[in-house]
């Protein structure tokens, strides 16, 4: 059997990962890189070409191109201007099972029409708003909340990462003014004909970016989107301190503005809309979140912490499901859980299994499917449990108690890292690691006396400078100053 001949775009750990996975089904005949240094050495058996040499070889012979690297938009804008009409890009997938802490990486390729890169026009008063999911997004709140003289006066688009990145970086390619809630790999864009906003998505708990002890200094290739922005959003000066220990920003850059997703929590009708999801009455009924923090870095293959799947909540004791799911009937209690989309099936059939009739689980498809954002109903909450989870930081805003469940506090610190500490002084509310405490303390709180009330307020004092729900309006009005600038 003959194999199809193709080049491979990228002399590196991510090329070789993929040269492994398709060497049996493709005859690998060149690699190519952008490196001079690597340019006219071998790589996996195999001669390294330049762009140039790649795109004659191309013009002349029927052979397909993939590229393999992590800087493929970088690399499909280089050869789009290059006048190559079609590649392909080969996307790594990494999976983890949390149950037996067992990760596996899957290969697809896929073909993508590159002309438009070399088409696409900036439109000089286009703003774009990057969503990455619908749990808390600052960009989602921004997009509902667009005052009547923003839409009026500019092109305003809301833009889903979603899977196709191709067609996700050409929207992007267009919009003069880029607002986003990650790392996005803005940095190959054309430096001086945008403008770009950081506004985040939480307050920073554990270390991220430069203060992550799981990656190595030299791999932490995040932290370059950081010297581009025109504008880094703040929550406080203290903020502001932590996010540019993590990221390297200019410091002259931050403005305290406050997250726009917490004015949800002061102007909607959360109660409503989580009944309406859910299509369930919760009237005269108790409402528990548990919001826990995921674990993996799906970047490194890296695990935080040393949580055990025996229960949902991670404690190491037997966990009685049938005497909870009385507990919570009983007490006229609805439990919501919101998991990372890569621990949503595993509880998902948790719950099932156990018949826990009073939990319900939110998975972050019914969001997007809604059009809702987590934020717009969390203010439906009476209470908050969560480990590590930023969330409580924003939870602080109600006032409401809050539960801890630092299952694996030592391993967690040990391998993620706080920023800051005594764990206790900055997490005001409780710390359970065992079902009878958990239920007690849930009582507790719920009807019983308020023991935290005034830690909250001293640490909410420090997170957040504004206590409004006017941070979308403080955030827009930055905007267009940026535009106009």
Not at 97 to 108: C, F, K, L, Q, V
Not at 292 to 298: D, G, K, M, Q, S
Not at 309 to 325: L, M, P, R, S
Not at 396 to 425: H, K, Q, S, V
Request: proline letters at 3%; hydrophobic letters at 35%; charged letters at 25%.
């Amino acid at each position: 059997m003959i194999k199809e001949k193709v080049i491979l775009f990228g002399a590196s750990k991510y090329g070789e990962k993929v040269f492994e996975k398709i060497k049996n089904k493709y005859e690998v005949i060149y690699f190519c890189d952008n490196d001079n240094k690597k340019i006219g050495t071998v790589f996996c058996d195999r001669p390294v070409i330049s762009p140039e040499e790649l795109i004659k070889i191309i013009t002349k012979e029927n052979i397909k191109l993939i590229i393999t690297s992590s800087f493929y938009v970088e690399i499909v804008i280089q050869l789009s201007h290059m006048q190559l009409d079609y590649c392909y890009i080969a996307f790594l997938k990494n999976d983890y099972d949390p149950i037996n802490r067992e990760w596996t990486t899957d290969i697809y390729i896929k073909e993508f029409d590159i002309r438009q890169f070399r088409t696409i026009e900036v439109g000089e008063n286009s703003i774009g708003l990057i969503v990455r999911n619908n749990s808390g997004s600052n960009t989602l709140a921004l997009w509902k909340m667009i005052p009547q003289h923003i839409l009026q006066k500019y092109d305003v688009k809301m833009i889903y990462e979603g899977n196709n990145r191709v067609d996700y970086y050409k929207k992007i390619f267009g919009c003069k003014v880029l607002v986003t809630t990650h790392s996005n790999n803005l940095y190959y864009l054309p430096p001086d004909s945008r403008k770009y906003i950081q506004l985040w998505h939480g307050f920073i708990l554990k270390g991220l970016g430069l203060m992550d002890k799981s990656v190595p200094l030299n791999e932490k290739r995040n932290v370059k989107d950081w010297k581009r922005y025109d504008v880094i959003t703040s929550y406080s000066p203290l903020y502001s301190t932590l996010l540019n220990a993590c990221f390297g920003g200019n410091t002259y850059l931050y403005k305290i503005t406050g997250a726009p997703r917490n004015d949800f929590l002061f102007n909607s009708n959360g109660k409503d809309l989580l009944s309406n999801l859910l299509n369930i009455n919760l009237k005269d009924k108790k409402v528990i979140f548990y919001m826990p923090t995921f674990r993996a870095n799906f970047y490194n293959q890296y695990i935080s912490g040393n949580k055990c799947w025996h229960n949902i909540f991670g404690f190491k004791d037997d966990f009685d499901y049938k005497e909870f799911n009385s507990f919570l009937t009983k007490n006229n209690i609805v439990m919501i859980l919101k998991m990372h989309p890569y621990e949503e099936l595993f509880v998902k059939d948790l719950i099932k299994k156990q018949k826990i009739n009073n939990a319900y689980l939110i998975l972050d498809s019914d969001l997007v499917r809604s059009g809702i954002d987590l934020y717009e109903f969390l203010n439906a909450c009476d209470l908050l449990i969560t480990d590590y989870s930023s969330v409580y930081f924003d939870y602080l805003l109600l006032d409401r108690p809050i539960i801890f469940t630092p299952i694996d506090l030592d391993d967690y610190i040990e391998n993620a890292g706080m920023l800051y500490g005594p764990f206790d002084f900055w997490t005001p509310g409780p710390k359970v690691l065992d079902q009878e405490t958990l239920q007690n303390q849930i009582l507790n709180n719920l009807y019983g006396k308020d023991e935290y009330s005034n830690q909250r307020s001293m640490i909410k004092d420090i997170v957040h400078y504004y206590k409004d729900a006017n941070s979308h309006k403080r955030v827009w009005n930055l905007i267009e100053e940026v535009l106009n600038s």
